[in-house]
Structure formats: structure tokens, C-alpha cells
């Protein structure tokens, strides 16, 4: 390879960079949509705090099983959507909700305290995890929203 190729690779390569930065709603430039409103709080949760893009965090099958299981929930891996219905099928009053959303929020606090324990250790990816950080701090209000709008 002479230096020609390895120019002209840089350059793609920092083409696709800058695209890819462009169509990321973790770039800067992005702009955020403002949550949406629901008919039912299941709905609003699964839509605004399950998808990673949104909330800043994965939550996973097993993550979802473990909030459960700190209720005294149990139920079978299954689908993802399952397992969250299942899990939201033991709210019966406003009291089991506030237990579910305090679940949940301390599920983002932990894996919040991950995100900044790396930007620590690993300077270079810090405005990475900040914007992260931020989506976890909107996702939590949200469910505070919602357990007002659906429980009080």
C-alpha cells in the first residue's frame, strides 16, 4: 500500500465518520424529540424507557427478571415485550406502581454510576457517557411523569 491508498482511505474513512456522527441521535447536532403522550401507562413506559436511543440504557431480559425478582416477582425468560408485560401485570394500585418506577430508577442510577466510573477511567469516551447520562436523568422523569398522570 503506498501513501496514496492510505490517504484516500483516511478520507473515506473520515467521511464515514462524519455521516455516521450526522445520523446518530448521540451526536451533538441531534435533535431530540420530546416524549410522546400515551393512552396507557404501559404503553408510555415500553416506548420511552425500553429503547437504549431513548433512556441511555439497555435493559435487558435478565435486568427486567432481577427488577422482578426485588419485588417478589418471578416469570419465565421469554420475549423482551413479554417479560415486560408480565412484569407490569403486578401493578394493581398506585403503591405497586411508585415500587416498580423506584425499581427501575434505581436500575438507571446503577448503571448511571457505571457510565461515569468509565467516563472517569476512560477520559476520551467521557462526552459519550455524559449524553447518556442525560437521556437516564429525562428517562427517570419520565416515569415519574407518568406515575403522576396514571396513579394520582
Not at 490517504?7 to 445520523?23: G, S
Not at 427486567?64 to 401485570?89: P, T, Y
Request: net charge negative.
Amino acid at each position: 500500500m503506498d501513501i496514496k491508498e492510505i490517504n484516500e482511505f483516511r478520507n473515506e474513512f473520515e467521511a464515514m465518520q462524519q455521516k455516521v456522527a450526522q445520523d446518530s441521535c448521540d451526536s451533538e447536532g441531534c435533535v431530540e424529540e420530546e416524549y410522546e403522550d400515551y393512552p396507557d401507562y404501559l404503553r408510555a413506559i415500553y416506548a420511552e424507557i425500553m429503547p437504549p436511543f431513548k433512556s441511555g440504557i439497555t435493559i435487558s431480559r435478565w435486568d427486567l427478571k432481577r427488577m422482578a425478582a426485588q419485588l417478589d416477582e418471578s416469570f419465565a425468560l421469554d420475549v423482551r415485550e413479554r417479560m415486560f408485560k408480565n412484569f407490569m401485570q403486578w401493578i394493581a394500585n398506585a403503591e405497586d406502581m411508585k415500587a416498580v418506577v423506584g425499581v427501575f430508577k434505581e436500575h438507571m442510577d446503577m448503571k448511571s454510576e457505571l457510565y461515569r466510573e468509565y467516563s472517569k477511567k476512560y477520559p476520551s469516551s467521557k462526552e459519550i457517557f455524559d449524553v447518556k447520562i442525560v437521556k437516564i436523568e429525562k428517562a427517570k422523569k419520565y416515569l415519574d411523569k407518568v406515575y403522576v398522570e396514571f396513579f394520582t
